[in-house]
């Protein structure tokens, strides 16, 4: 297996807003992947993703990447203010039960890798515990991958905060 290489720049655009893209390729089992995330700093606050544009979103590149999920630092439990994208991500599953995704927590570089790792996946399941408690939706997979799937630069609050999010990812 070839280790994945990672390539990330930064463009202003739109007057001045941060733009931010990232493309990972890699090597599994003799298939490349390809991945290449734009993300634009400022255009997430306010803004609800319902379930029609996760589904778009899943439908053209395989993840949406949700920013309405907020916890504490340092914690995995849901904030109430979550409660309206919690319920358009259940709104989504409910919807087309044969959509099956993961729920992927990623965070930023603040902290040891191993801690990122375990907060992110505690987050991820923490969603899925909600949406199945709540929601009454069928337990959906999950995962952490802490810090190591970056959008925005690490070395700036604006890259820290594209960094922490919620994705859901169709396999």
Do not use: C, W
């Amino acid at each position: 297996m070839v280790p994945a290489r990672k390539s990330k720049a930064q463009a202003s655009l739109d007057g001045g807003r941060e733009t931010y893209a990232s493309v990972v390729v890699s090597e599994n089992n003799k298939e490349i992947y390809a991945q290449f995330i734009v993300a634009e700093f400022g255009a997430i606050e306010n803004r609800m993703v319902d379930a029609a544009a996760m589904a778009k979103g899943l439908g053209e590149t395989g993840h949406i990447a949700l920013y309405g999920i907020n916890f504490d630092t340092d914690k995995a439990v849901i904030k109430p203010e979550s409660r309206p994208t919690l319920e358009q991500i259940a709104n989504l599953l409910a919807g087309q039960p044969q959509l099956n995704v993961f729920i992927v927590g990623h965070t930023d570089s603040q902290g040891t890798f191993d801690y990122n790792l375990d907060l992110s996946r505690r987050r991820a399941e923490a969603i899925a515990q909600e949406l199945v408690k709540s929601y009454r939706i069928a337990q959906p997979r999950t995962a952490g991958v802490g810090l190591l799937a970056p959008i925005g630069s690490n070395a700036s609050e604006a890259g820290r905060a594209l960094n922490r999010r919620v994705e859901l990812v169709a396999p």
